[in-house]
């Protein structure tokens, strides 16, 4: 690497629907991109490749893919770019920040590094409520001495959404194709019930965390919204926020 020039980074998020990526130079990250995961799981590894510079100083990434699939990405960008890949796992401490779980190897690399970025993102540091909703929702708290302290784990919306549609059949029959729009709780057609109950749901448990983490822990948390799925709950939260969409990619940067 020539004298004086940044670090040209991939940083690199592989979650359960998107694959989502972002360059970063130095302490500098480029925008977020992203890419649809496949049928079954097939990861967009080609089209991922085609969009990176031929040359990288270092690949940083977290993967919540079948593990042959991440292996095989692995090699893909190895090949390709000739940077050594370096994936995240999650452990006792990292970036600032100490893991609340009894066997921290149990917490998702996903959720470690957004817990990693949300307490990077403020200086100084807060106390937080992190909250990804994807595949999967997600709750974190973290002190502002960085101390994890645990989470939980739900359907998000989207999810809940299938899953009705799926095992239920009356409501099935009943949930004729379309978009809800309305906000409101009490909807007035089986489609629009589904959505909004599912966003309402999940609005209403982020608000109930934020109440318990207030009240266990003395502080006023911050609440950090991140993933594909915030924007359909954004609108019904009371609490003020701040959404960041690369959150996951922003940890992975603290880690250089």
């Known amino acids: 690497m020539r004298a004086g020039r940044a670090r040209q980074s991939l940083l690199l998020d592989v979650g359960n629907s998107r694959l989502k990526w972002a360059m970063a130079r130095g ?7 992203a890419l649809p995961v496949g049928s079954r799981g097939a990861l967009p590894a080609a089209a991922l490749l085609a969009t990176l510079p031929k040359r990288l100083d270092a ?9 042959a ?61 992190v909250v990804d909703i994807g595949t999967a929702m997600t709750i974190d708290f973290v002190s502002r001495s960085g101390q994890h302290g645990g989470g939980v784990i739900v359907p998000a919306p989207a999810l ?22 309305r906000r409101t709780l009490f ?8 959505v909004q109950g599912s966003c309402h749901s999940a609005a209403a448990l982020i608000e109930r965390a934020y109440r318990a983490a207030r009240a266990r822990y003395g502080v006023r948390p911050r609440l950090v919204m991140t993933g594909g799925g915030a924007a359909a709950v954004l609108p019904l939260l ?8 690369d959150l996951v990619l922003r940890g992975l940067a603290a880690l250089d």
């Open 160 to 181: 809940m959404v299938d899953v009705l549609l799926r095992d239920t059949q009356g409501i099935r029959r009943r949930a004729a194709p379309g978009s809800a729009r």
């Open 59 to 67: 690949i940083r990434m977290v993967s919540v893919a079948r593990p």
């Open 238 to 245: 009371t609490l003020p926020y701040a959404h960041v969409p």
């Open 187 to 194: 909807a007035r057609s089986t489609q629009e019930a589904i």
């Open 27 to 33: 302490a500098r990250i480029g925008r977020q991109r």
């Open 69 to 129: 699939r991440t292996r095989a990405l692995v090699r893909a960008l190895r090949q390709a770019t000739g940077a050594e890949v370096l994936e995240l796992r999650t452990t006792m401490r990292a970036g600032g920040v100490r893991c609340g779980y009894f066997e921290p190897w149990r917490l998702g690399a996903d959720r470690w590094a957004a817990v990693i970025g949300a307490h990077h993102l403020f200086a100084p540091p807060q106390a937080l409520c």
